[in-house]
């Protein structure tokens, strides 16, 4: 990791390939001498004196003496701290021609600047406290957002949400350990500068604060690992066909024959703020031997990672299957955090003729609290419901972790678990009487070293190693 930070790194900064617009990134000290003697502004005085970020129009000399080449270029130009990165930054707006990119490019090399590593300028903008790690891996969050639930989580952090809670909890303890290291210069005469109860009051609500960050960061954690709804039931279910719909693909092999599918299949499924991947087995056979028994355990893996079990019933099974379809649901339900049971081709359900015509034929067994459907894929039947029980019974899996991006719950837990402890040990201390306000102190002070780490107000090479080696190059 390179901590100089004055040599101008340049990059492209607009994605590869060819665009209306390209746009390449020179920062650092210096960065009006790379394009001394290439560059001819429109307004040179203009362009020297500039105090204040502006645009200068122009044209760049890319050609030699046999082969002249000049091209019109557009520079952003901030003179000052005021740039992203906190230092003088240009940006050269050309053609999206990825050749004449990498013609500027080269140039900016040969005169002086050397190419930016991954996440170089937003590593600048944290050294130059532009920025603090929160907001950084925010920038991350912003690039890789996936769905508009991801992006509004990034920017919420960038625009400092977390990174405000956290300070001021921080501005606070470290007010208390002031009032605690000011009374212990005074031991001798007895001035308190902050009574016993309040320090363990404000310990106390620094420490629950806490607590709630790190039950969030957790919850992340687990919804990082994605939300994954499985479909399991008897072969010929309409799984697969299901699987299809719903993943608006012909992704998975349907036929009328019992054990099509062999193995799974997942699909990413997004519909705007949600997303998750929809898994299709194989269906559950008897026997437990060989490849069946193999498949078997396949399922129960699946079955005890998934958030989701939706089970799906046919409606023309006859009774014998009834009853082995209810037994392997109870079975497969054991192993599921949440389910939901699905009779399956009602279109297909012979009905007596005396039946409410609005109830399905061949019904499932009902079972108190169990969310369940009478679904067709051929009339499309009960499958814009199913879609929304799928959105509310997700959805609130997804929420609560909001706002966390996955990338800084990783780094924070544990450093928020030394934090919880740290508070802990300190209330410990300053709820007994005999025990000193230095040991207090202490544990205090090891809490705000934490809190530092989490900020990047303290960091190490390898934590901004692990965080600016995500970044692609020219963020
Ligand atoms: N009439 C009708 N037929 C359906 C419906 N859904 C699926 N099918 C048919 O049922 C048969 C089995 O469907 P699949 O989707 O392959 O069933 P599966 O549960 O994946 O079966 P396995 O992979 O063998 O476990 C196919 O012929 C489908 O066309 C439906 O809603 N109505
Ligand atoms: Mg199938």
């Keep these: 990791m390179d901590l100089n930070v004055d040599q101008p790194i340049a990059a492209l900064a607009s994605p590869a390939g060819g665009s209306l617009r390209g746009i390449v990134r020179i920062s650092g000290a210096g960065v009006q001498q790379v394009l001394a003697g290439w560059f001819t502004p429109d307004d040179p005085e203009g362009w020297i004196t500039a105090k204040t970020a502006r645009s200068h129009a122009g044209k760049l000399d890319l050609g030699d003496a046999s082969r002249p080449m000049i091209c019109p270029v557009e520079v952003m130009y901030w003179p000052n701290r005021r740039s992203y990165t906190g230092q003088p930054l240009v940006e050269l707006h050309l053609p999206g021609s990825p050749c004449l990119l990498e013609l500027v490019l080269g140039e900016a090399y040969r005169r002086g600047a050397r190419p930016a590593r991954p996440g170089e300028f937003t590593l600048r903008a944290f050294l130059a406290g532009k920025l603090d790690l929160l907001q950084a891996e925010a920038v991350l969050g912003v690039i890789d957002a996936q769905n508009p639930a ?13 990174s405000g809670r956290l300070s001021e909890l921080r501005r606070d303890l470290l007010e208390l350990l002031a009032d605690l290291e000011a009374g212990l210069d005074f031991v001798d005469e007895d001035i308190e500068f902050v009574s016993r109860r309040e320090v363990v009051d404000r310990l106390v609500a620094a420490r629950d604060f806490v607590e709630e960050l790190l039950q969030q960061a957790s919850d992340r954690m687990q919804s990082a690992v994605r939300l994954k709804v499985v479909l399991a039931g008897l072969p010929n279910a309409g799984k697969s066909t299901l699987f299809n719909r719903l993943a608006e693909a012909h992704s998975a092999l349907v036929s009328s024959e019992r054990g099509t599918t062999r193995d799974f299949l997942i699909r990413r499924i997004t519909w705007g703020n949600l997303s998750f991947d929809l898994i299709d087995t194989a269906g559950w056979e008897e026997g437990s031997s060989g490849i069946e028994a193999e498949a078997q355990d396949q399922r129960i893996a699946q079955l005890k990672q998934s958030n989701l079990l939706v089970w799906c019933s046919s409606a023309d099974r006859d009774q014998a299957e009834r009853q082995f379809d209810d037994q392997l649901f109870d079975e497969a339900q054991r192993q599921s ?4 049971r699905l009779l399956t081709k009602v279109d297909l359900a012979v009905r007596p003729s005396s039946a409410d015509p609005d109830s399905p034929a061949n019904p499932l067994p009902s079972s108190g609290g169990l969310d369940s ?22 959805g609130t899996e997804q929420s609560g972790s909001g706002q966390w991006l996955g990338i800084t719950a990783a780094r924070c837990r544990e450093t928020l678990e030394s934090i919880e402890a740290s508070l802990g040990r300190a209330i410990a201390s300053a709820n007994v009487r005999e025990v000193g306000d230095e040991l207090i102190a202490v544990d205090l002070r090891d809490a705000l070293d934490h809190f530092g780490v989490i900020l990047g107000v303290i960091y190490t090479d390898d934590i901004l190693d692990r965080i600016f080696s995500k970044f692609c190059i020219g963020k």
Aim: charged fraction near 20%; aromatic fraction near 0%.
């Design 337 to 340: 955090p949440a389910t939901i």
């Design 150 to 162: 991801e992006l509004q989580t990034a920017l919420a952090q960038l625009a400092g949400g977390i």
């Design 373 to 394: 459907l009478a679904i067709s894929v051929v009339t499309d039947r009960g499958l814009s419901e199913l879609r929304d029980l799928l959105r509310s019974r997700l």
